[in-house]
Protein backbone atom coordinates (compact mmCIF):
# COMPACT_ATOMS: atom_id res chain seq x y z
CA UNK A 1 0.00 0.00 0.00
CA UNK A 2 1.30 3.33 -0.82
CA UNK A 3 1.37 6.39 1.89
CA UNK A 4 0.22 9.57 1.16
CA UNK A 5 1.78 12.17 3.29
CA UNK A 6 -1.35 14.91 4.43
CA UNK A 7 1.51 17.62 4.59
CA UNK A 8 2.18 17.44 1.22
CA UNK A 9 0.27 17.12 -1.84
CA UNK A 10 0.79 13.73 -4.18
CA UNK A 11 1.78 10.47 -3.25
CA UNK A 12 4.91 9.19 -2.01
CA UNK A 13 7.02 5.95 -2.42
CA UNK A 14 6.62 4.58 0.92
CA UNK A 15 5.58 1.18 0.74
CA UNK A 16 2.93 0.33 4.58
CA UNK A 17 3.92 -3.12 4.82
CA UNK A 18 1.29 -5.82 6.52
CA UNK A 19 2.46 -7.12 9.86
CA UNK A 20 0.60 -10.01 10.85
CA UNK A 21 0.71 -10.69 14.58
CA UNK A 22 -0.48 -14.13 16.39
CA UNK A 23 -3.45 -12.97 14.04
CA UNK A 24 -3.91 -9.27 14.01
CA UNK A 25 -3.08 -7.45 10.84
CA UNK A 26 -0.87 -4.29 11.39
CA UNK A 27 -0.41 -1.62 8.50
CA UNK A 28 3.55 -0.97 9.49
CA UNK A 29 3.71 3.03 9.34
CA UNK A 30 7.16 4.08 7.26
CA UNK A 31 10.25 4.77 10.05
CA UNK A 32 8.25 3.07 12.73
CA UNK A 33 10.40 0.63 14.00
CA UNK A 34 8.09 -3.34 14.31
CA UNK A 35 7.76 -3.05 18.43
CA UNK A 36 6.76 0.46 18.14
CA UNK A 37 3.94 -0.45 15.28
CA UNK A 38 2.76 -3.37 17.47
CA UNK A 39 2.79 -0.61 20.54
CA UNK A 40 0.38 1.10 18.23
CA UNK A 41 -1.85 -1.14 17.91
CA UNK A 42 -2.10 -2.53 21.74
CA UNK A 43 -0.84 -6.02 20.71
CA UNK A 44 1.31 -5.74 23.68
CA UNK A 45 4.36 -7.58 22.87
CA UNK A 46 7.12 -8.24 25.06
CA UNK A 47 9.26 -5.36 25.92
CA UNK A 48 11.89 -3.24 28.34
CA UNK A 49 14.52 -1.56 27.29
CA UNK A 50 13.96 -0.88 23.53
CA UNK A 51 17.50 -0.80 22.87
CA UNK A 52 18.01 -3.84 21.98
CA UNK A 53 19.95 -4.34 24.99
CA UNK A 54 17.67 -6.89 26.95
CA UNK A 55 16.33 -9.39 24.11
CA UNK A 56 13.10 -8.93 26.36
CA UNK A 57 11.35 -7.85 22.51
CA UNK A 58 12.64 -11.42 21.19
CA UNK A 59 9.99 -12.74 18.26
CA UNK A 60 9.77 -15.02 15.69
CA UNK A 61 9.54 -14.46 12.14
CA UNK A 62 6.99 -17.22 10.54
CA UNK A 63 7.25 -15.63 6.84
CA UNK A 64 8.97 -12.59 5.36
CA UNK A 65 12.46 -11.09 5.15
CA UNK A 66 14.21 -10.54 8.29
CA UNK A 67 16.18 -6.71 8.05
CA UNK A 68 19.87 -8.04 9.49
CA UNK A 69 20.28 -5.27 11.75
CA UNK A 70 16.95 -7.40 13.73
CA UNK A 71 19.31 -10.49 14.36
CA UNK A 72 22.31 -8.46 15.80
CA UNK A 73 23.85 -9.49 19.16
CA UNK A 74 21.65 -13.31 18.40
CA UNK A 75 23.39 -16.22 18.99
CA UNK A 76 23.77 -18.49 15.21
CA UNK A 77 21.21 -21.21 16.81
CA UNK A 78 18.73 -17.95 17.45
CA UNK A 79 19.18 -16.69 14.04
CA UNK A 80 18.50 -20.13 12.76
CA UNK A 81 14.57 -19.84 14.31
CA UNK A 82 14.10 -17.16 12.55
CA UNK A 83 13.88 -15.13 15.81
CA UNK A 84 15.15 -11.10 15.62
CA UNK A 85 14.21 -8.10 18.10
CA UNK A 86 11.46 -6.35 17.35
CA UNK A 87 12.89 -3.07 18.48
CA UNK A 88 15.81 -3.40 15.81
CA UNK A 89 13.65 -4.11 13.54
CA UNK A 90 12.80 -1.84 10.04
CA UNK A 91 10.62 -4.19 7.99
CA UNK A 92 11.30 -3.62 4.36
CA UNK A 93 8.30 -5.71 3.44
CA UNK A 94 4.99 -8.18 4.89
CA UNK A 95 6.05 -10.22 8.06
CA UNK A 96 3.59 -12.61 9.59
CA UNK A 97 5.49 -13.28 13.26
CA UNK A 98 4.49 -14.44 16.80
CA UNK A 99 6.41 -14.38 20.28
CA UNK A 100 8.82 -17.63 20.21
CA UNK A 101 7.38 -20.56 21.98
CA UNK A 102 9.59 -20.30 24.69
CA UNK A 103 7.57 -16.90 25.21
CA UNK A 104 4.59 -19.29 25.86
CA UNK A 105 6.02 -21.06 27.95
CA UNK A 106 6.09 -19.63 31.31
CA UNK A 107 5.86 -20.65 34.49
CA UNK A 108 4.82 -19.52 38.16
CA UNK A 109 7.51 -19.27 40.22
CA UNK A 110 7.19 -18.74 44.85
CA UNK A 111 9.49 -16.55 46.44
CA UNK A 112 11.01 -18.41 49.27
CA UNK A 113 13.55 -16.02 50.13
CA UNK A 114 14.74 -12.44 49.85
CA UNK A 115 18.12 -11.18 50.78
CA UNK A 116 19.64 -7.86 50.72
CA UNK A 117 23.47 -8.83 49.58
CA UNK A 118 23.70 -4.73 50.32
CA UNK A 119 21.25 -1.67 49.92
CA UNK A 120 21.38 -1.91 46.35
CA UNK A 121 21.10 -5.45 46.00
CA UNK A 122 18.25 -8.15 46.61
CA UNK A 123 18.89 -11.65 46.30
CA UNK A 124 15.38 -13.55 45.30
CA UNK A 125 15.00 -16.90 45.73
CA UNK A 126 12.62 -18.30 43.41
CA UNK A 127 11.09 -21.92 43.26
CA UNK A 128 9.55 -22.79 39.82
CA UNK A 129 6.50 -24.67 39.88
CA UNK A 130 7.65 -26.73 37.03
CA UNK A 131 11.61 -27.66 36.72
CA UNK A 132 14.02 -25.25 34.53
CA UNK A 133 16.63 -26.23 33.36
CA UNK A 134 19.18 -23.29 32.78
CA UNK A 135 22.66 -22.63 33.15
CA UNK A 136 24.22 -20.38 35.28
CA UNK A 137 24.93 -17.08 33.90
CA UNK A 138 21.44 -17.23 31.45
CA UNK A 139 18.66 -14.80 31.68
CA UNK A 140 15.17 -15.21 32.55
CA UNK A 141 11.93 -12.83 32.17
CA UNK A 142 10.02 -12.36 35.53
CA UNK A 143 6.48 -10.98 35.60
CA UNK A 144 4.39 -9.29 38.18
CA UNK A 145 1.29 -9.61 36.55
CA UNK A 146 0.41 -8.69 32.80
CA UNK A 147 2.93 -5.96 31.53
CA UNK A 148 5.82 -5.49 34.32
CA UNK A 149 8.39 -7.64 33.08
CA UNK A 150 12.30 -7.52 33.67
CA UNK A 151 15.01 -10.03 32.82
CA UNK A 152 17.44 -10.92 35.41
CA UNK A 153 20.66 -13.24 34.69
CA UNK A 154 20.65 -16.77 36.89
CA UNK A 155 23.49 -16.43 40.13
CA UNK A 156 22.18 -20.07 40.87
CA UNK A 157 23.99 -22.79 39.64
CA UNK A 158 22.12 -26.21 38.87
CA UNK A 159 22.87 -29.31 41.25
CA UNK A 160 24.22 -27.01 43.65
CA UNK A 161 21.71 -24.66 44.49
CA UNK A 162 17.71 -25.48 44.67
CA UNK A 163 16.53 -22.67 43.37
CA UNK A 164 16.64 -20.31 41.01
CA UNK A 165 18.70 -16.59 42.33
CA UNK A 166 18.34 -13.57 41.20
CA UNK A 167 20.54 -10.32 42.21
CA UNK A 168 18.25 -7.57 41.37
CA UNK A 169 19.81 -4.03 41.66
CA UNK A 170 17.08 -1.09 43.07
CA UNK A 171 16.68 1.44 40.03
CA UNK A 172 14.74 4.23 40.80
CA UNK A 173 11.36 4.70 38.77
CA UNK A 174 12.16 1.13 38.26
CA UNK A 175 8.78 -0.74 39.25
CA UNK A 176 10.17 -4.48 39.46
CA UNK A 177 12.91 -3.24 41.13
CA UNK A 178 10.87 -1.20 43.86
CA UNK A 179 9.16 -3.60 43.91
CA UNK A 180 11.47 -6.43 44.73
CA UNK A 181 13.37 -4.21 47.34
CA UNK A 182 10.32 -2.45 49.16
CA UNK A 183 7.13 -4.41 48.93
CA UNK A 184 7.63 -8.89 47.75
CA UNK A 185 6.72 -10.96 50.54
CA UNK A 186 8.21 -14.61 51.04
CA UNK A 187 4.79 -16.52 49.49
CA UNK A 188 4.00 -14.31 46.49
CA UNK A 189 4.25 -15.75 42.92
CA UNK A 190 5.47 -14.61 40.06
CA UNK A 191 5.96 -15.64 36.50
CA UNK A 192 9.13 -16.51 34.53
CA UNK A 193 10.19 -17.65 31.30
CA UNK A 194 12.34 -19.89 29.76
CA UNK A 195 16.00 -19.47 30.82
CA UNK A 196 17.93 -17.69 27.17
CA UNK A 197 21.46 -16.25 26.54
CA UNK A 198 24.55 -18.22 25.69
CA UNK A 199 27.20 -16.56 28.49
CA UNK A 200 27.51 -19.33 30.58
CA UNK A 201 30.75 -21.59 31.31
CA UNK A 202 30.71 -24.71 29.42
CA UNK A 203 33.16 -28.19 30.16
CA UNK A 204 34.99 -27.41 26.79
CA UNK A 205 36.35 -24.10 28.32
CA UNK A 206 37.79 -26.42 31.13
CA UNK A 207 41.61 -25.65 29.77
CA UNK A 208 41.34 -22.28 29.47
CA UNK A 209 42.15 -19.74 31.62
CA UNK A 210 38.51 -18.08 32.64
CA UNK A 211 38.54 -13.78 32.67
CA UNK A 212 35.02 -12.63 34.86
CA UNK A 213 34.62 -8.86 34.77
CA UNK A 214 31.47 -6.86 36.16
CA UNK A 215 30.37 -4.36 37.76
CA UNK A 216 27.54 -3.63 40.38
CA UNK A 217 24.90 -6.36 39.90
CA UNK A 218 26.66 -7.67 37.15
CA UNK A 219 28.41 -9.90 39.95
CA UNK A 220 25.11 -12.08 39.84
CA UNK A 221 25.91 -13.68 37.33
CA UNK A 222 29.42 -13.98 37.38
CA UNK A 223 28.77 -15.89 41.33
CA UNK A 224 27.16 -18.47 39.02
CA UNK A 225 29.44 -19.37 36.30
CA UNK A 226 32.40 -19.09 39.05
CA UNK A 227 30.59 -21.58 40.98
CA UNK A 228 29.88 -23.40 37.75
CA UNK A 229 33.32 -24.05 36.61
CA UNK A 230 34.56 -24.75 39.97
CA UNK A 231 32.09 -27.36 40.75
CA UNK A 232 32.89 -28.87 36.99
CA UNK A 233 36.82 -29.12 38.48
CA UNK A 234 38.13 -26.42 36.46
CA UNK A 235 41.83 -26.60 36.46
CA UNK A 236 43.16 -23.12 34.64
CA UNK A 237 43.66 -19.92 36.21
CA UNK A 238 40.05 -17.94 37.10
CA UNK A 239 40.69 -14.29 37.82
CA UNK A 240 37.29 -12.43 38.84
CA UNK A 241 37.31 -8.47 38.71
CA UNK A 242 34.36 -7.10 40.25
CA UNK A 243 34.28 -2.84 40.15
CA UNK A 244 32.47 -1.00 42.48
CA UNK A 245 32.34 2.96 43.31
CA UNK A 246 32.37 1.86 47.36
CA UNK A 247 33.46 -1.30 49.33
CA UNK A 248 29.55 -1.33 50.04
CA UNK A 249 28.68 -1.72 46.43
CA UNK A 250 31.23 -4.91 46.60
CA UNK A 251 28.84 -7.47 47.83
CA UNK A 252 29.34 -10.69 48.72
CA UNK A 253 33.74 -10.15 49.21
CA UNK A 254 33.49 -13.08 52.73
CA UNK A 255 32.15 -15.28 50.16
CA UNK A 256 34.57 -14.58 47.03
CA UNK A 257 37.71 -14.97 49.58
CA UNK A 258 36.57 -17.93 51.15
CA UNK A 259 36.33 -20.08 47.51
CA UNK A 260 40.00 -18.01 46.74
CA UNK A 261 41.11 -19.84 49.65
CA UNK A 262 39.77 -23.54 48.72
CA UNK A 263 40.60 -22.82 44.71
CA UNK A 264 44.54 -22.14 44.15
CA UNK A 265 43.84 -21.90 40.82
CA UNK A 266 40.90 -18.74 41.60
CA UNK A 267 41.71 -14.88 42.27
CA UNK A 268 39.30 -12.71 43.37
CA UNK A 269 39.97 -8.90 42.55
CA UNK A 270 38.02 -6.13 44.32
CA UNK A 271 38.43 -3.01 42.26
CA UNK A 272 36.90 0.77 43.95
CA UNK A 273 36.61 3.61 41.59
CA UNK A 274 35.03 3.66 37.97
CA UNK A 275 35.59 1.87 34.88
CA UNK A 276 39.19 3.25 34.19
CA UNK A 277 40.29 1.47 37.67
CA UNK A 278 38.96 -1.40 36.55
CA UNK A 279 40.33 -1.28 33.05
CA UNK A 280 43.47 -0.55 34.18
CA UNK A 281 43.58 -3.28 36.55
CA UNK A 282 42.55 -5.71 33.34
CA UNK A 283 45.55 -4.72 31.53
CA UNK A 284 47.57 -5.05 34.17
CA UNK A 285 47.01 -8.54 34.40
CA UNK A 286 47.21 -9.57 30.38
CA UNK A 287 49.59 -10.99 28.92
CA UNK A 288 49.63 -12.11 25.45
CA UNK A 289 50.07 -16.11 25.54
CA UNK A 290 47.05 -16.45 27.85
CA UNK A 291 44.97 -13.77 26.13
CA UNK A 292 44.86 -16.20 22.95
CA UNK A 293 43.73 -19.17 25.20
CA UNK A 294 41.98 -17.06 27.14
CA UNK A 295 37.92 -17.60 27.86
CA UNK A 296 36.34 -13.96 29.13
CA UNK A 297 32.85 -13.16 30.69
CA UNK A 298 32.00 -9.87 30.83
CA UNK A 299 28.79 -8.69 32.95
CA UNK A 300 27.57 -5.27 33.65
CA UNK A 301 26.15 -1.54 32.32
CA UNK A 302 26.52 -1.12 28.22
CA UNK A 303 29.14 0.89 28.40
CA UNK A 304 31.38 -1.11 30.41
CA UNK A 305 30.58 -4.04 28.21
CA UNK A 306 31.96 -2.41 25.15
CA UNK A 307 34.85 -0.95 26.78
CA UNK A 308 36.07 -3.97 28.10
CA UNK A 309 35.56 -6.36 25.32
CA UNK A 310 37.52 -3.18 23.21
CA UNK A 311 40.26 -3.69 25.70
CA UNK A 312 40.19 -7.64 25.53
CA UNK A 313 40.52 -7.40 21.66
CA UNK A 314 43.04 -4.92 21.57
CA UNK A 315 45.15 -7.56 23.88
CA UNK A 316 44.66 -9.85 21.77
CA UNK A 317 41.78 -12.17 23.32
CA UNK A 318 39.82 -13.85 20.32
CA UNK A 319 36.33 -12.02 19.70
CA UNK A 320 35.06 -15.77 19.72
CA UNK A 321 36.36 -16.05 22.69
CA UNK A 322 34.55 -13.33 24.49
CA UNK A 323 30.92 -13.96 26.32
CA UNK A 324 29.17 -10.72 27.49
CA UNK A 325 25.66 -9.56 29.37
CA UNK A 326 24.49 -6.17 29.13
CA UNK A 327 22.52 -4.99 31.54
CA UNK A 328 20.30 -2.64 29.79
CA UNK A 329 19.83 1.03 32.04
CA UNK A 330 16.39 1.65 30.80
CA UNK A 331 13.42 0.62 33.14
CA UNK A 332 10.26 -0.45 32.84
Known amino acids: MQYTNPKTTGTTNFYMSQITFEGQSILHKPNENLLKCLIRANSKPPYSCRAGLCHSCLLQSISGSIPANAQTGLTESQRKQRLLLACQCQPDGDMEIRRPLKEHSKTDAVICSLKALNPDIMELQLSPQTPVRYHAGQHIGG ?75 GLGPLYGILRDALGQQHKAPIVLFHRGNTDQELYLQQELKQLASRHNNFSYRPIIGDDNNLQEAINSTLTKPDSLRMQAFICGSPSLVQNVNQLLLENSVPETKILADSFSPFIR
Open 143 to 217: WRGSDIQRRYSLASVPGIDSELHLHIQLLKGGQFSEWAHHSARVGDIIKISAPQGDCFYHPSFGRRPLLLIGSRS
